[in-house]
């Protein structure tokens, strides 16, 4: 599996946008960028995945690189409630995610 | 309705014990997982499993041990349990084939005394 490096921690302003960085640069041709994130005392949730193009869903957009050694995981308007540990992951297939110790999000008042 | 559920929530047990920890997805999923969550909240791969394959982390003791009575149901029986076992357990699903995401269950503390 490729690796992923981002950064400890960030903090966004309520009502900002937030731009959570994810560097892959061992990443291969058919795998799969995936974002999660984990809420204080809860599990994981899956929030967006893609592969090449840019997406975008009722809670993100992702935005991947051209030559796909980075990504971007854009929360538009940050609310407290998104306040949580971010993990980038990338792989293949359905099978055996492996969480690197992630982004910890602060949404500041 | 909860899409992944396991019980119990909490679980306070002592070393030598023998556990287990319960869990059912109503997402009509094929394929199960279970995941250890320590104390510096490392999140790992610790099986996956469908009707097909049981895939083990090879760093998993033998202590452990995945078991599915039907297609929604992935228990994990833990064996002789040790202090170091003390973490949060969570339970997952996804489809096979499908889009790769995986639901999560809430979790289980446990704490082995």
């Known amino acids: 599996d490729a690796k992923t490096t981002q950064p400890t921690s960030m903090d966004c302003a309520e009502g900002r946008a937030a731009n959570l960085p994810c560097n892959h640069s061992?990443?291969?041709?058919?795998?799969?960028v995936y974002w999660y994130r984990q809420i204080h005392s809860q599990g994981p949730q899956y929030i967006i995945h893609?592969?090449?193009n840019n997406e975008t869903n009722e809670m993100a957009s992702l935005i991947i690189t051209e030559d796909r050694k980075s990504s971007t995981l854009i929360l538009p308007h940050a609310t407290l409630r998104d306040t949580a540990v971010y993990y980038c992951?990338?792989?293949?297939?359905?099978?055996?995610?492996?969480f690197g110790t992630g982004t910890r999000l602060t949404v500041i008042p | 309705d909860t899409a992944v559920s396991q019980t119990p929530k909490y679980l306070v047990t002592q070393m030598g014990n023998d556990k287990s920890i319960k869990c059912e997805q109503n997402?009509?999923?094929?394929?199960m997982y279970w995941y250890k969550q320590d104390s510096k909240k490392f999140l790992k791969i610790m099986f996956s499993?469908?009707?097909?394959?049981?895939?083990i982390n090879e760093t998993v003791p033998n202590r452990f041990s995945p078991k599915s009575p039907d297609k929604a149901h992935l228990n994990l029986h833990i064996n002789s349990l040790e202090l170091g076992d003390s973490a949060v357990y969570f339970c997952?699903?996804?489809?096979?084939?499908?889009?790769?995401?995986?639901?999560f269950g809430p979790g289980t503390r446990l704490t082995v005394t």
């Open positions: 992951i990338v792989k293949v297939g359905a099978n055996n995610l492996f």
């Open positions: 499993y469908n009707n097909k394959e049981l895939i």
């Open positions: 061992t990443i291969s041709g058919n795998e799969y």
């Open positions: 893609g592969l090449k």
């Open positions: 997402l009509g999923h094929d394929t």
């Open positions: 997952a699903s996804s489809q096979e084939g499908g889009w790769g995401g995986q639901y």
